[in-house]
């Protein structure tokens, strides 16, 4: 789900919140070592988000926010903040050959650059988080 997070809505937030949980507490925050990634460059995004992007001439970045059951990724266009809210059972990220990883929630599609060490452990906190949130197929019975 693509929203704009600009403005301080409460039925977005609660849209947000029904879809990923709730933001981490303080203590968990500090137990994780952090929740939100660096600021990543993004390489290549699907239709929907491009079109937004290319609404500006400044540099096409974002950030993921890690959430109970799932991740935001934020970016900017023009003056609005937009989120792509993606459920940890929806989401696939992979890491291509090119130093880049990307993040897939169905038609959605956003791959960013991995030049720093930070991002690579990141994702690796990213997928344990993900692992940890999806029950495993002997819990499902």
Request: include cysteine.
């Amino acid at each position: 789900m693509l929203l704009n997070v600009s403005y301080n809505d409460r039925k977005i937030k609660e849209q947000i919140d029904s879809e990923v949980g709730p933001p981490f507490s303080l203590r968990d925050r500090w137990k994780l070592g952090g929740i939100g990634s660096s600021k990543l460059a993004i390489t290549h995004a699907s239709i929907d988000i491009h079109n937004l992007l290319v609404l500006d001439n400044n540099s096409n970045s974002c950030s993921v926010e890690l959430r109970p059951k799932g991740i935001i990724v934020r970016f900017r266009s023009l003056l609005e903040t937009y989120g792509l809210v993606i459920p940890y059972y929806k989401l696939k990220v992979y890491k291509g050959q090119a130093q880049e990883y990307s993040i897939y929630k169905d038609h959605f599609c956003i791959k960013v650059a991995a030049t720093e060490k930070s991002t690579h452990l990141y994702f690796k906190k990213l997928i344990t988080q993900k692992t940890a949130a999806l029950p495993t197929p002997l819990e499902e019975l």
